[in-house]
Nanobody, 124 residues
């Protein structure tokens, strides 16, 4: 069974950077599309970024140019580099896996394994 564990969240000021990590179990990690989603208090969970098994990427418009998703298959880890953070980026960030696919899905319905989340708080 796939297990995902996020880390790297914290409290930062607007304009700062953070790098989130998601460590995944399983030998088939390299075949998954991996995604990052986030959920702020009182709001629905929303798509942030995804990366395919061939390293194609898709980003939400709200984070384009600021966030970068990447993966290291040798380490079974996916990253989310977050630059120029804004207070609106404050949320619990979740790592997710879609299972075997060559696509870059943006819908959370496609993802069937989820991490526990890591809190990112950006002060003004």
């Amino acid at each position: 069974q796939v297990q995902l564990v996020e880390s790297g969240g914290g409290l930062v000021q607007a304009g700062d950077s953070l790098r989130l990590s998601c460590a995944a179990s399983g030998r088939t990690f390299s075949t998954y599309a991996m995604g990052w989603f986030r959920q702020a208090p009182g709001k629905e969970r929303e798509f942030v970024a995804t990366i395919s098994r061939t390293d194609n990427t898709v980003y939400a418009n709200s984070v384009k140019g600021r966030f970068t998703i990447s993966r290291d298959n040798a380490k079974n880890t996916v990253y989310l580099q977050m630059n120029s953070l804004k207070p609106d980026d404050t949320a619990v960030y979740y790592c997710a896996s879609s299972g075997p696919t060559g696509y870059t899905p943006t819908s959370e319905r496609v993802y069937d394994y989820w991490g526990q989340g890591t809190q990112v708080t950006v002060s003004s």
